[in-house]
Each structure stands twice: as C-alpha cells, then as structure tokens.
C-alpha cells in the first residue's frame, strides 16, 4: 500500500469516525430538512422535532448507544439551554425567534422544548468524539482553569445585554490556557495530534454551518433575517468556539481521565 492510500484510508476512517460521533447532530438536521419540505397539519412542526429528538434518546439509551451518564450530561445541557433560550428569545431581548412557536404545545414562553437538544447535539458530538476518535488531550490546563471559563462564558452570554460584553477577554483567556494544549486521536494505525484550538475552531465552524442550515429551514431566525434569508453572520463561529468550551467543559465531567497535564 502506498504511502498516499494509507492516507486516504486514514482521511475516511476520521470522516466515518467523526460521522459516527454526530448522529444526533446529522438526525436533527434531517427532521428539520424533512419538515421543511412535508410536516404533518395534526402536529406542529416544532412537537414534531421535539418527539423525535426524545424518541431518538430512548432508542439511544434503549440500544446502549449512550449510557446513563452521557444522558445525564445530555440532560444537564438541555437544562441550562433551555434557560438560555428563554432569556435570549424574551421580546424584551429578541436575539432570536422561533416563528412557529406559538403553534406547538411542547413549548415554554417563546421557547419550543426541542431546542435544548440542539445544545445537546454538540454535547453528544463531543462526547461520541471521545469513544469513536480515543481522544485524549496532553499538556491540558488546570482544571479549575476550564470551569472558570465556563461560568464566565455562560453569565456573559445573559450579562452583555446588560453590562460590558467580555468575550475578547475570554477569547483571550482561552488563548493563554490552551495554547499548548494538543488533542492525540486514532481512527486507524497511528496516533495523530492536533492543536486543541484548532479541533474547537474547525468545530464552531461546522456548527456554524448547521446553523444556516437551520435558519434556512426556518427553525429559528435571527432579526435581520425575518424578510428574507441570508447567511448567519460568521461572526457567530467566535460565539460557537465560546460555546463549545462550555460543552467541553460539561462532558469532562465524564471525561476527566482523558485529560493530561
């Protein structure tokens, strides 16, 4: 075998292992696509993504897919998402509107329910990504460093409406910690590295890309795109990164162990 179908069959063995990972993130975007094109006239859009997301959960659970503990991270993500969600989407704030809301009977305020699991998803990508890609990460901050930045991140995206917006100086903080920091994954023979900011940056990007597929679905829309559709400021790739520190954070509950100093 030559050095380049090594290569190659490396490339694939990472796409399967990261497709693997992102189940729950590819079947959401498919029950959007799908409700866009054909949805039901006895069922809200929005009750319909929300028991699909909870069937796919059970059969998860049920096929031991996910176990307990990643269900309760699942969960936990869900929670905080929820009260983000009803925060950002109050019209006293307006960041964003689910246009269908006031149809759907699994809703909260201006919130359908199903929109934790969309946090979630980066949640269970995160999580399957330790298991489908053997991730471990060296040279890792003091742990206390992470959920600092966690609950920094959090508050800020409620206390910027309000007070000075201090993502700059969390990107920064991001920056210092992580530097150094390497991901070390195996999907084939060898294990390879990465720079941990990079995996979280290539991340929010592929999100972001989610996200326009989501509003181009009509799930949610932000305020400059409720009289015609354009794509999502790439601005939201650094609230994405931010994010994703979060749900790391989250998932190391689990994970601890995989995390060298």
Known sequence: MSKWQARFIELWYFFIANLRASYFSAFLLSVFLVTEVFSPAFISRYDLIFLSAVAYQVCALALRYEKPREFFVILLFHLLATGMELFKTHPAIGSWTYPGVGGAVFAFGTVPLFTGFLYSAIGSYISRAFIFLNLT??????YYHLWILAILIYLNFFSHHFFYDIRYFLFVYVFIIFVRTRVRFRVYRKERTMPFLLTA??????????????????IWLYPNQLES??????????????????????VSIIYRDKLRR
Not at 237 to 244: D, I, N, P, Q, T
Request: no cysteine.
């Open 137 to 142: 990460y060296e040279r890792f901050p003091a």
């Open 201 to 218: 940056f290539l991340t929010a990007f592929f999100v972001w890309i989610a996200e326009n597929i989501s509003t181009f679905t009509n």
């Open 229 to 250: 559709w354009h794509f999502v400021s790439f601005d939201k790739v650094g609230s994405w990164f931010l994010l994703l520190v979060l749900s790391f954070a989250l």
